[in-house]
């Protein structure tokens, strides 16, 4: 943890991790028994056991799609062989239903083929109907929303949080299947202005690539969407706006590298490249199936966990952390981390004392301290109209500089998945609560 | 094996390990060598009215937790930190209900009543001496409350005689002597040095930023020079001003206070500057001695509106 230097008027720099020069060799870890698998649930679903393609007792291959029976472009993609144990609601973040496919994995690994027909005909119908589940893929779907057309696609070879080095590891490594992605991607979407965006010591790997480089700073948090945007394109994103919006997409270097992979290899990739941060924070690249249990990882890289630790999904500014160690890895699951109990910061319920931090550190310039006095009392709208809500960019600075300890990146995430909720006519329990 | 018990929490899960408690803390720091300077001036009496304000102020705090049923803040240092700064603005004689009235104004009525820390519009501590200054002038004249001790220096209050007497009657003070505590005033308000380092220690540790003090010095500084200009021997010339009364530490202690003072950049050069233009307004041209207290006090209030002066966010279209 990068603590406040004792000349406390300098602001902090938090510098996100350089790949080392030596290529570091991913740790493998295989799946013992048993994978788990998540699949989105759309927003709403209900009597959710009846509507799926498979049931439990059914046998499953690696490549097989598991996907709703009724119409629904959600689906995962078995990673491992074997025989579905129970199929469980599960629910994820900010209240995201999914249905959690628990697998006994069998002794010989199966293949399923049907991607291995449709290689021939590389279109982005296939792209969405096969790939969606592969490491890091899931914007991809941004590319074929007729309503938001993309004109630009970034490949950012940079990742965001800090200590986390995954997609620096796969430009490095994989830089013929980044190669391949792009053809891919130039070939389907016909979009031509392809920029990646690659830290300082990766630029030589980067303009291999044929395309437009632009260089992203080791400075958290540069590598966001909305300054990588401002910064490398001199575009200025409109607060109330998303990339997709203004034409522009981001993808993850992994993600064209699985489908530069995937077509090239005929098969859809299963297995995930990730970070793993010790409570030391020393860091293992690992390479793991989708679905393997983080139990398995813990054990297979030797880290035993006691009560009252933190396992956190991402890295250590805008990650999540997870109650248990049957979680699995995820397809966008960049890095594990965890962190030993006595590391663990706890937010206090003091009121914002004003002194002035976090306005300082803001790279999107909000008033924090006016907007977090408007987010504890809920009035979610006023803080979007006066204080910026919608310029936010999600760093986590606020809450890591906040001297009274307000879990401020936490209310301002809150704020914005309350007022989409509301945008989207669903019930609001806390205003309904508070209008009794 | 599947029952251990992790601990769930939000992003993100990196704090740099500031706290309010060390900012109190540091703070009352930056206050010791101006403080050790009135001991050794004002003696034992100094040390009591510290030693009863700190605590006053820590009990009262108690008590409003208690009363208004909270928890307990008196761990984080700040009415400590209310006291120390309370004591520091005193003469060493006041008697003991003037400071356990003052902490109570401090703590309950500056800070309490508005909801407890970071919600006080006003600098508590400015609250309460303006209040017992308009009650109990003669407390705080420093002419008369220190009238019998001995010192080794001019024991006359500065500001009090530039006021009757014009700039003549100050000649006998030298700036050296000003800034090294060679004149009577609160305890903890009369060593300019001493001050100074501990402004500049709370700088450099982040602890206030840089710009309130600065411009409120170049605010007295700029209009006390315009005012010797125009006539030099009506009024006293600027570094007089600055190293007098109650200006080095409201620029460094009272105006920076965290709560009541802007935090963007322009709005706190604004504000910083505006108090130290009223300051010798108050004090050449005003009925009061010394005006920091009430210039600082009017400051607080229009800063909330002052402070909505601030940079354009990411994105922002209007």
Redesign the interface.
Known sequence: MIKRSFIGMAKPQLLCEALESVLPEPEKISISTRATLLLKMPPGQSGWKNSFSFKEGDKVITGQKLAFAAKSSEYVISSVTGKILSIKPFEGNFGQMYTAVLIETAQKEEKENEFKQTVKNVTLENISKYLLNSPGCSSLRLLSDSAKPISTIIISGMDKDLLVTTNQYILKSDINAVKKGIEILKKISGIDKIIVAAPRHLMHEASALDVTVKTVDLNYPAAFPELFMQNALGITLPAEKSCEDVGVCFLSCESVASLGNAFEKGEIPVTKTFTFIKKDESRVLVSAKIGTPLSDIFQGLGVSLKDKDRIILGGPMTGSAVYSEDYPVMPDTDAVMVQDSADVSCVSDYPCINCGECIRICPAKVSVNMLVRLLEAELYDEAAEQYDLNSCIECGLCSYVCTARIPVFQYIRLAKHERARVALGEDNPVEEKNAK | M?N?????????????????SS?SYNTIIAAIPALLLGFLNYGSPAVGVLALSISSAMIWELVMNLITRR?VTIG?GNAALLGTVFAMLLPATSPWWLVITGTFFTVVIGKQIF?????NAFNPVVVAVAILMVSWKDFFDFDEALLNYDFEFIAAYPLAQVKHFGSSAITSFNTVDLLMGKQIGGIGATFGLGIIIGGIYL?????I??EIPVSFLAGVFITALLFNVSDSAKYANPVFHICTGYTLIGAFFLATE??S?P??FVPMLICGACAGIMTVLIRNIGMYVDGVIYSILIMNLICPIVDKI????????V
Do not use: E
């Open positions: 599947q251990k018990q992790f601990i769930v929490s939000h992003a993100p899960f990196w704090q740099n390990g500031s706290k309010i900012r928890s984080d909801g407890g820390i970071g919600s700088i450099i540790r982040g602890i930023r840089w965290d709560s003072s935090v963007n601030r940079p354009k966010a990411l994105g922002k279209v």
